[in-house]
């Protein structure tokens, strides 16, 4: 079983900085690739950013220029550096992790989510 625990979430005025860290933990073998989603309130889930085992990275639109993702592939972490941030950015932000996950029978393929964390841009 993989675990997934993000944090750095908080209260930020507009045009504010905040970095979210994601680890993975448990019987993980490889991750293949970790990304970032956000839920705000009557809205659905939707793509921030997300980025492979490789470094290489894909971003929603709204937030190219603003946001950067990174990775420590040995940590199993993953980073969101959100800079110049807007009201429009508050929302509930999710970290998933995907890969093989190690058990009694062998490898296994496994997409873990995080609890979340509460992103609010407001001054």
């Known amino acids: 079983q993989v675990q997934v625990v993000e944090s750095g979430g908080g209260l930020v005025q507009p045009g504010g900085s905040l970095r979210l860290s994601c680890a993975a933990s448990g019987s993980i073998f490889s991750i293949n690739a970790m990304g970032w989603y956000r839920q705000a309130p009557g809205k659905q889930r939707e793509l921030v950013a997300v980025i492979t085992s490789g470094g290489s990275t894909n971003y929603a639109d709204s937030v190219k220029g603003r946001f950067t993702i990174s990775r420590d592939n040995a940590k199993h972490t993953v980073y969101l550096q959100m800079n110049s941030l807007k009201p429009e950015d508050t929302a509930v932000y999710y970290c998933?992790?995907?890969?093989?996950?190690?058990?009694?029978?062998?490898?296994?393929?496994?997409?873990?989510w995080g609890q979340g964390t509460q992103v609010t841009v407001s001054s």
């Open positions: 998933n992790a995907q890969g093989l996950g190690k058990d009694a029978l062998g490898l296994s393929s496994f997409g873990s």
